[in-house]
């Protein structure tokens, strides 16, 4: 299966010159714009041995520094600007993170493509990268394998005896996959012989190889895998091919040579690679994945753990390369650890096809859990409500009136009971007669936003900010930043909304605001699970609810690191980990309950709801829906009520009470047209399109999807491939 949206930069060499196109590979047409430009292939060999030279002194005396990156993005770039037409590079950059496949000659393989550096992004970062040779020399008739819905893998880990660090990242691997559930592991480790890759490689369908390669660049197809009585070449491997297909997908992490050498990359690492690569291509592999240096053992365990969470999460390759690149660029800092690897075949290619449960509608953006789920996971987690003490308000508030404390304080019960509209008024009397009472201003954006009223809650809080600004009150504008952020956030508008929280986190960065500081990382935690990249968002909520943890004496940093456990539970769910994600619930419900803060606890029955759904429970799932639908109705949370009824659609479609499920999803229509709520309503109509396609009733199917692909097209999330391929489905 593959994703849509996929890209292909092809580039041919003609002598001096190169020819480059680059097109959507679902675009028909009869004519290709070509660029052509002239190449000096002496100034390529001079970047690339720059590059090389870095990497080299890096990964030897293992120093990774701010300085070393530069100097990486230096020499890439300007690689960057002497292979690439501007009308290219004007292309790529209003491109999102698409599929790429990057079709080359063969003479064009030493250039390190990956880590192009366009001044903002490299190339590997910022899309699902896989490479497609051109071969002059391609004379064999290729058969693939079918795969079937669980894999067979084998692991083949430290065949020699004599790399420790290799066998503990094959039992790191297997030991993740097992937990995973999709795929059939056999793990062989240590004097691994010839004979036995040879009678068992065609019984597999992926191949993990964690050991030495012999690279033999006067001869490559005597390059291959050293095992413990040789090695099995690249010749080798295309003879086992010609009786049947090798495994659909092999990924060799593996260092260059057995003997210990003082360059650890050389002018045909590049070519070294693919020698090998071609080899599987040709013998019926979909994908090959090397790396070019042996990385450090907590780097190639860490990228490969990654990546096979994320196939099996039914990512597609190029996807999964990418994220696990991400994992280790995000979190060790300057280490160029993520630049060791390259992907041959097409990154689209989806591996596993998503899961079905029960019903068809459970093939959704988000697997494991419905979209709606998010909705959760944001309004919970990060609707930082103010907490009912006198002891808060007197410490956010500049005003020394005493009537302005009390019809603050009355307010804010009247919020807590649901009083919302009585609440406003009182909050008005204190911002006609005393402006400068910052948290009134704060306090009614939030009641706006509960009822569903954006426009005016985004106008409260920038009329917060302006006023906070003026005050010269930092914390209070690093807040202001924030909720003028969840706004665009909770728009679909993600890139405004960024800005606004990386705002707020330099502010209080800058003026060491724990409380603030700690609030924009979960935030852009929850911006993060929206894109699809839970590592950055985990990395992200580990740094808040440490702040918060050190200073849970407050009451405020408390209430967020209730927040914070409950986003993390999220997270775990994603990972269908369900144990760990109900006792991080549960954790964050006992901070709650110590607080009072009741109007938060809708959030933690409906996702608790959601594990009891994916449970199978389907009373005790009604049970926490009902409590939680209760709360919101109290209080009148309207931007609640929408996913409410979204996700008890979704409920009673799954138990096949079509009827009730179609009534709540119109509901959760009515709401979020009423209120702008855009991200759910693409959401309910995706599953009323998919509900009805389930029923036979096609034309009200194409209706439903078209609507949730016309908003989709305008929030940039991952959901909008998936809608456009039902839709196309249909078509």
């Known amino acids: 299966m593959q994703d849509s949206d996929t890209w292909i930069l092809e580039v041919v060499c003609r002598d001096q010159y190169l020819n480059l196109s680059l097109y959507e590979r679902e675009q028909v047409s009869p004519l290709k714009a070509i660029n052509t430009i002239p190449i000096d292939f002496s100034r390529i060999e001079c970047l690339n041995s720059e590059i090389i030279a870095l990497i080299n002194r890096a990964t030897k005396k293992k120093k990774y520094n701010e300085g070393l990156l530069n100097e990486l993005k230096k020499n890439a770039r300007l690689l960057y600007d002497l292979i690439l037409p501007r009308e290219i590079k004007n292309r790529l950059s209003s491109l999102g993170s698409v599929n790429l496949i990057l079709s080359l000659d063969e003479r064009l393989i030493s250039i390190p493509w990956e880590i192009l550096f366009d001044g903002r992004d490299f190339l590997c970062l910022k899309f699902n990268l896989g490479r497609s040779i051109r071969t002059q020399n391609f004379s064999i008739q290729v058969q693939y394998r079918s795969i079937p819905e669980k894999p067979k893998m084998l692991i083949l880990a430290n065949p020699t005896g004599d790399l420790r660090s290799a066998y503990q990242e094959g039992i790191y691997i297997k030991n993740c996959l097992i937990k995973r559930g999709r795929i059939n592991v056999d793990f062989k480790a240590q004097e691994i012989d010839s004979n036995y890759v040879r009678k068992n490689l065609r019984d597999y369908d992926i191949i993990h190889f964690a050991g030495h390669c012999e690279y033999n660049y006067k001869n490559p197809q005597e390059s291959g895998w050293i095992l413990s009585d040789g090695w099995v070449s690249a010749r080798d491997f295309l003879t086992l091919g010609e009786s049947s297909a090798l495994p659909s997908m092999i990924f060799a992490n593996a260092c260059q040579s057995a003997r210990a050498s003082s360059d650890i990359l050389d002018s045909h690492s590049q070519s070294n690679i693919y020698s090998l690569a071609q080899a599987f291509l040709f013998a019926g592999a979909r994908h090959y994945m090397g790396s070019f240096w042996r990385l450090d053992d907590d780097f190639s365990a860490e990228f490969a753990e990654e990546f096979y969470n994320q196939i099996s999460n039914t990512q597609s390759i190029g996807k999964a390369v990418r ?409």
């Open 323 to 731: 994220l696990a690149r991400l994992r280790l660029f995000n979190r060790y800092n300057y280490s160029i650890a993520w630049a060791g690897y390259v992907l041959y075949g097409d990154p689209s290619f989806v591996l596993f096809k998503p899961k079905r449960v029960l019903v068809s509608f459970r093939n959704r953006i988000r697997l494991h859990l419905p979209t709606s789920i998010k909705r959760r996971i944001s309004v919970f987690g990060l609707g930082l409500a103010v907490i009912v003490t006198v002891l808060t308000i007197m410490k956010n508030a500049p005003s020394v009136n005493p009537k302005a404390y009390l019809l603050y304080s009355r307010a804010e019960r009247l919020y807590t009971e649901g009083g919302n509209n009585k609440a406003i008024i009182l909050l008005n009397q204190i911002t006609e007669r005393e402006p400068t009472y910052l948290s009134a201003w704060r306090l009614r954006g939030d009641i706006y936003f509960r009822l569903g009223k954006f426009s005016e809650a985004l106008g409260d809080y920038f009329d917060y900010a302006r006023l906070s600004e003026k005050e010269g009150n930092h914390k209070h504008l690093a807040s202001a930043y924030i909720k003028i952020a969840w706004i665009y956030h909770m728009w679909g508008f993600y890139q405004k909304s960024k800005e606004f929280y990386q705002k707020a986190l330099n502010l209080s960065q800058r003026h060491r605001d724990e409380l603030n500081q700690a609030d924009a990382m979960a935030r852009l935690a929850v911006w993060y699970i929206d894109k699809g990249e839970n590592e950055a968002a985990f990395s992200l909520l580990m740094k808040s609810s440490e702040i918060n943890r050190q200073r849970n004496r407050d009451p405020e940093h408390r209430f967020n690191l209730a927040c914070d456990y409950f986003n993390i539970g999220f997270l775990y769910a994603e990972r269908e980990d369900y144990s760990a994600a109900k006792d991080f619930f549960k954790k964050s419900k006992e901070i709650f309950d110590g607080l009072n803060a009741i109007p938060e606890l809708s959030d933690y029955y409906f996702d608790m709801g959601e594990i009891a759904l994916f449970e199978k429970n389907y009373n005790l799932a009604l049970e926490y829906y009902q409590k939680g639908l209760n709360l919101d109705k109290k209080l009148d949370h309207r931007f609640n009520l929408s996913s409410d009824y979204w996700m008890l659609g979704e409920f009673y479609w799954e138990t096949g009470k079509l009827t009730e499920a179609e009534n709540y999803f119109k509901e959760a229509i009515f709401i979020c047209r009423e209120i702008n709520n855009r991200p759910v309503l693409a959401g309910v109509y995706y599953d009323l399109g998919l509900m009805y396609k389930q029923m036979g009733k096609i034309q009200e199917a194409k209706d439903y999807l078209s609507l949730s692909l016309d908003i989709y097209k305008h929030i940039d999330t991952p959901d909008y491939q998936q809608v456009k391929e039902d839709y196309l489905a249909l078509e």
